[in-house]
């Protein structure tokens, strides 16, 4: 479940598709307990959480000890690849 705190300032880049363009916001996956708000686009929400979904699912499975920092770190920089 996507929940939108707000609007970003002008500039501010989405992390999906790395535009600036349009209406960049604040959101975050509120069914992840703990989760922290990622600046993006509306329609680039669902694909961006859609794809931590199905990574963390996988991630845990192989790595159950993996703490959320950590993971987070991971999917950031296989994201940036
Ligand atoms: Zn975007």
Redesign the pocket.
């Known amino acids: 479940m996507l929940r939108v705190l707000g609007e970003t300032p002008p500039g501010t880049f989405?992390i999906?598709?790395h535009?600036a363009e349009g209406r960049?916001l604040k959101i975050k996956d509120a069914s992840v307990i703990g989760g922290k708000p990622e600046t993006?686009?509306r329609?680039?929400a669902e694909r961006w959480f859609g794809a931590i979904e199905q990574s963390r699912t996988s991630t845990r499975s192989r790595y159950p000890g993996l703490s959320q920092d950590n993971w987070w770190r991971r999917h950031r920089s296989n994201a940036e690849k």
């Open positions: 989405c999906c598709c535009s960049v993006l686009h329609d680039c």
